[in-house]
């Protein structure tokens, strides 16, 4: 029909195909530039990177590693410099900031002859430790496009690292509770650094969200030994195993035993100006703490932000905040404001297509001291704990959850979640060992394009189950949308899907990770989300072997494409031995590293058009 050919149409790029090998791969027509690479200088210097003399200082000058979370942050060319919200109104899509999370380091990746048997014999080196904290956390660096690309601005007044050592205030109903206290910050209203920057968000008024994910590998010690057995849980909970890494040797603050609420002070949403590189980042309580993939808002001009994100593990929850306050576009100060106090809820899905959102308040329901709940402290900082004795439906484990402007609803991606047993399936987490994910598709009340986000009733559907669609076995079958089995390419079909970004036209881009145990990388697929082909995926990037995609962000006008490519070789004990995987660089002098690519059409026109 007339209407099938304008979908195709919509997403017309020649599709590449499913494959596994040391390269990345776009469809025909398309170039992408090696934008930043993990070691990168973001300032002016003569000394080029080398593995093997790098230092926590000359590493805060450069691009850290594991590239995760991309936020393109337009500069208006008159705006001035402290008013994101100008900048970020501009929509200019060839000068910006480019924003990037750097999720967690691999010192066998990182440093030459590291290994177990390195660690063991020759010890682990505090300045080891100082290097990976200075490679997390975050980098900002200003980026244009010119007749021959992307370039980055080294000279940029802009550009700014922010590491695990970053001094950073904690905000909202938490800020200053006795646990959040340590001997370094008696106060518990400030701390040093953020680390697991995995998925994030962007604001109107021109602030980067970023994600405190899985903090809990940085930490060591062990919780049996922890004398409070409600905290001995919590740490329990985030992974703190007296076999994580080493930090603590180094910086005893990451030894629970040393410094038992320092974990407390991670697992938060961080907001942050770019537009002013002297601003103090901010952990926002007030959206809870747990493994957060990121938060996504909805603003819509005169009403309460709503935002929602997902906590990474196994049978966690969907979550939605909702602000105190109301956003005004012309209120640069009020919206700065606008995170920092509100209401936090956790999803219940009903096997009908009915869904309730559930509020985590003190006082209410079970939410009190006698199931441990001294405060609205408590119940922030113990959310999952909150959410589980409210009711809300254990997941297969949310990672990005995103609104597509477009139709108004919101997308739940659910990656995978081996834990889910025969005997609780539910229809939001159909599979029993759901090896393969699927995504949700949440409609709050109203009409497409016009829905009250704020409303506490919801309807969800499944919009797709990954896998192939003709898998013989049924329980590995996927299913996309109403498509038939036949109408998805063979190269069309995916699995775990992990972050996703919506191109200014309303098509769903998702980036995966964990295909590689299916036989092929990686990488990108795009699908509309309305119309005769919703939720037929169309296969647009291949990432190389080993690595998974992140961050995929379109500039406003979506003729470019940055994605994030995550840990090229994983799986290796050590690069620096194997001479066939060296992405991007393919230099033997040089290990594999992750880094942003910029993709765009050589003609210029749309991406994905
Ligand atoms: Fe860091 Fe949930 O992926
Ligand atoms: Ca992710
Ligand atoms: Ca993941
Ligand atoms: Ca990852």
Not at 266 to 295: C, I, Q
Not at 319 to 342: A, C, K, Q, W
Request: aromatic share 10%.
């Amino acid at each position: 029909s007339e209407e099938k050919k304008n979908h195709r149409e919509n997403l017309s790029f020649t599709e590449i195909p499913h494959a596994l090998d040391s390269q990345h791969h776009l469809p025909e027509g398309y170039r992408a530039d090696l934008l930043l690479r993990w070691g990168d200088p973001i300032t002016e210097t003569d000394i080029p990177f080398h593995p093997e003399k790098l230092d926590s200082k000359s590493q805060q000058q450069r691009f850290g590693y594991n590239n995760d979370f991309i936020a393109f942050m337009p500069l208006a060319p008159n705006a001035p410099p402290n008013r994101g919200d100008m900048h970020a109104r501009s929509r200019n899509s060839t000068r910006g900031l480019l924003c990037v999370n750097h999720e967690y380091t691999q010192p066998h990746l990182m440093f030459p002859g590291y290994n177990d048997e390195f660690s063991a014999t020759r010890g682990v080196s505090g300045a080891h430790v100082a290097v990976e904290q200075a490679a997390c956390g975050h980098s900002v660096v200003e980026i244009e496009r010119g007749p021959d690309g992307w370039q980055i601005h080294l000279d940029s007044p802009y550009n700014r690292r922010i590491t695990a050592a970053t001094a950073m205030e904690i905000r909202g109903p938490a800020a200053g509770d006795r646990r959040l206290r340590t001997a370094e910050d008696p106060t518990g209203r400030r701390v040093l650094g953020t680390i697991g920057n995995c998925a994030g968000g962007k604001t109107p008024w021109g602030t980067v969200l970023i994600a405190e994910e899985g903090f809990g590998s940085a930490f060591q010690g062990d919780p049996e030994k922890i004398e409070d057995p409600r905290e001995a849980r919590n740490h329990h909970n985030f992974g703190i195993a007296p076999s994580n890494r080493n930090w603590g040797n180094y910086d005893r603050r990451f030894d629970i035993q040393v410094e038992p609420n320092e974990p407390n002070r991670f697992g938060w949403m961080v907001e942050y100006d770019p537009y002013n590189p002297a601003s103090r980042p901010r952990k926002l309580t007030a959206l809870g703490r747990f493994e957060h993939e990121g938060f996504t808002l909805v603003c819509k001009p005169g009403q309460a932000v709503v935002a929602y994100g997902g906590d990474d593990d196994e049978h966690q929850f969907v979550y939605r905040f909702i602000s105190r306050g109301i956003y005004r576009p012309e209120d640069n100060v009020g919206n700065r404001e606008l995170l920092t106090e509100g209401t936090l809820y956790a999803a219940r899905f009903a096997d009908n297509g009915q869904g309730e959102w559930l509020a985590l308040r003190y006082g209410q329901g079970p939410l009190t001291e006698e199931h441990g709940f001294r405060n609205q402290a408590d119940v922030l900082i113990d959310a999952r704990r909150a959410a589980a004795l409210l009711g809300a439906t254990p997941m297969d484990r949310p990672e990005d959850v995103e609104t597509n402007p477009h139709n108004d609803c919101t997308y739940v991606m659910l990656t995978k979640n081996k834990q889910r047993r025969k005997n609780d399936i539910d229809a939001a987490n159909p599979r029993a060992h759901n090896t393969r994910g699927h995504v949700l598709e949440i409609a709050p009340p109203g009409t497409s394009g016009n829905r009250d986000h704020t409303s506490d009733d919801f309807r969800w559907q499944l919009f797709l189950l990954g896998g192939d669609p003709n898998a013989g076995d049924p329980a590995e079958r996927g299913a996309y949308g109403q498509q038939s089995s036949d109408s998805i390419s063979p190269h069309g079909w995916f699995a775990n899907p992990d972050n996703v970004a919506f191109d200014p036209r309303g098509n769903m881009w998702i980036a995966t990770d964990g295909c590689e145990r299916f036989g092929f990388h990686d990488g990108l697929w795009a699908m509309a989300t309305e119309g005769p082909l919703r939720a037929a995926p169309k296969h647009f990037f291949g990432c190389p072997q080993g690595a998974e995609v992140c961050g995929p962000e379109f500039t406003p006008d979506g003729k470019t494409l940055f994605v994030s490519v995550q840990h090229p070789a994983q799986g290796r004990s050590s690069t620096y031995d194997n001479p066939l995987h060296r992405w991007p660089d393919n230099n033997p002098k040089l290990p594999p590293r992750p880094s942003v690519l910029a993709i765009y059409r050589v003609d210029g026109k749309t991406v994905g058009s």
